[in-house]
């Protein structure tokens, strides 16, 4: 009986030793994890904000061509951040559902958009006897037209809701 009295003072210290430890590296562990989500959407954040920029200076280029002739001019729109940011599928936990869905409204206006250039772009390659090809011809500069000024519009919006999230993970 002893020998328990004299056992016990350090099997109960060895327990607390085990469990404050436990909770430390738990601590350390989520911290750690905060840190390199933290990390991370600051990376995305700077990369799509460049990527983004970049589309709206060859938006801004296009815009008069499509506003002046009926057959636009080509140009490209980059999404290679954005396919990036959302390989992982973690991007709303990441940065925020709120910012990921604005995300996705601005990616979705230029990916239709892309889409709306390239279809012209075959159109006038394919031959004149194709039924319906003048009409179809004449209908996708007006989409077009509206999806850069959508896009173009909304771009603002976006840079500055990237900018504040840029500032609150600073802090």
Not at 8 to 33: C, F, H, Q, W
Not at 60 to 75: D, I, L
Not at 128 to 136: H, L, N
């Amino acid at each position: 009986m002893d020998l328990l009295y004299q056992a016990l003072p350090k099997m109960i210290a060895t327990l607390i030793g085990v469990v404050v430890g436990g909770v430390g590296a738990l601590y350390i562990d989520s911290r750690r994890e905060l840190s390199n989500k933290k990390k991370r959407a600051e990376i995305i954040l700077y990369n799509i904000f460049g990527e983004l920029e970049d589309n709206f200076l060859a938006l801004e280029k296009a815009r008069p061509a499509y506003e002046e002739t009926s057959f636009g001019k080509s140009f490209y729109i980059s999404t290679i951040a954005w396919e990036t940011a959302t390989t992982g599928g973690d991007l709303p936990d990441i940065i925020g559902f709120e910012l990921a869905d604005i995300f996705e409204n601005q990616y979705s206006i230029l990916q239709n958009l892309a889409c709306y250039v390239n279809l012209m772009t075959q159109l006038w390659f394919a031959p004149d006897s194709i039924e319906g090809k003048k009409e179809m011809q004449g209908g996708f500069p007006k989409n077009i037209l509206n999806s850069l000024q959508e896009a173009i519009e909304y771009h603002p919006f976006v840079i500055q809701k990237i900018t504040e999230t840029q500032k609150t993970l600073k802090h």
